[in-house]
């Protein structure tokens, strides 16, 4: 909802009764007013040359409205997941600004270092990935949108990220053999570079799962 509008909420029942359709009005709320700023945006930027199949490095950042503030002296809480993938989860502070989780040792740290009030940055390196996978990070931490209730403990948002796919190897060759036994075929008009041309032989390899 919008900050500082007025909101009003109605409810309407309709439902079929004995082949008619019959609607209630319940009739509309008390007003209700939205105070302070909207929920925070949450985007990931990689690190150039930090993001294969295996891998992604990079920062989250939380950018804040002019009224919101998430207070770094608790416990700022992210959320790595994907499907059938076991999550991973870490708590950050200023007191404790980074940290490596097992078995992947995937790190991650705060930014206590910047001044600007207007967003809060977390440095992401996250090892040992699944291939052509969606991962999600959600993050929850103390968070004052500026409504007089102070830093309260919410699920501040999610940002997803895709991993790549792993290119096919292929290899082309052929033997002597296989070129006589081909130049046999086309006839003696065919020359031998023809014959060991048609002769090639592609295998292709699938990729492996890292």
């Not at 490596?100 to 790190?107: A, D, G, L, Y």
Request: hydrophobic share 30%.
């Amino acid at each position: 909802m919008a900050p500082g509008e007025v909101y009003r909420f109605e409810v309407k029942m309709t439902f079929n009764d004995n082949e008619k359709t019959v609607s209630y009005d319940l009739g509309r709320s008390e007003e209700m007013k939205s105070e302070g700023d909207s929920m925070p945006k949450i985007t990931l930027t990689p690190d150039s040359g930090e993001v294969d199949y295996n891998k992604y490095a990079g920062s989250l950042r939380i950018a804040l409205g002019s009224q919101s503030r998430i207070d770094t002296t608790k416990a700022l809480k992210l959320e790595l997941s994907a499907d059938q993938i076991a999550d991973a989860s870490v708590e950050l502070t200023e007191s404790a600004p980074s940290a490596t989780v097992p078995p992947n040792n995937h790190t991650f740290e705060l930014d206590t270092i910047s001044t600007n009030t207007n967003y809060v940055d977390v440095h992401l390196d996250l090892k040992d990935l699944y291939k052509n996978t969606n991962y999600s990070i959600t993050v929850t931490g103390y968070l004052d949108v500026g409504d007089g209730n102070g830093a309260k403990k919410r699920t501040i948002g999610t940002v997803s990220f895709h991993t790549y796919d792993t290119a096919k190897l292929s290899a082309t060759w052929s033997t002597a053999a296989d070129a006589t036994e081909a130049a046999g075929a086309v006839g003696s008009a065919a020359t031998t570079s023809e014959a060991f041309w048609m002769s090639s032989k592609v295998f292709t390899y699938p990729s492996c799962r890292p």
